[in-house]
């Protein structure tokens, strides 16, 4: 059973999941930079939740398979909408009281958390250019 403080930090962050994957799903294509190695790194966030998904017995959200020749960019934007799904089935598991506060154990709060740690970090990388805002999923070479 999550202790107050971790329900209530699960909330805000399952909050932040969907809002921020929702947001950087639809960013246009040349706002995207990105290599198949970063884009694959966004697949940790979708883990993280889906085991959060099998600790507090719901199922795992399923999505239409990728095919063998997809860029970098179809492949984060499929991450992003399985992880603003897999958020909003947790999210709203939790305010419709699908499953109680006793289903969701630390163990589940550890991995919300560090989805929502990892999704910032992938939503840090905006750089502004000439007027622009442009997003980087690597260190910018000097």
């Known amino acids: ?46 883990e993280c939740l889906a085991i959060a998904l099998r600790i507090c017995g719901c199922r795992v959200v399923s999505m239409p398979p990728l095919d063998e020749a997809e860029n970098a960019v179809r ?24 499953f109680g506060k006793r289903r969701l154990n630390h163990d589940a709060w550890c991995n919300i958390d560090s989805a929502e740690l990892h999704l910032r970090e992938l939503a840090s990388c905006e750089v502004k250019r000439k007027g622009r805002y442009l997003w980087f999923f690597h260190k910018k070479k000097l």
Request: proline residues 1%; aromatic residues 10%.
């Open 75 to 98: 492949l984060y934007r499929w991450c992003m909408g399985k992880a603003v799904r897999q958020a909003g089935r947790l999210l709203w598991g939790l305010r419709l009281g699908r």
């Open 1 to 46: 059973m999550a202790i107050k403080e971790e329900y209530t930090d699960s909330l805000v962050g399952l909050r932040f999941i969907r809002r921020t994957a929702r947001r950087l799903a639809r960013l246009p294509d040349w706002r995207l930079r990105l290599t198949m190695e970063e884009a694959v790194e966004a697949e940790y966030v979708n």
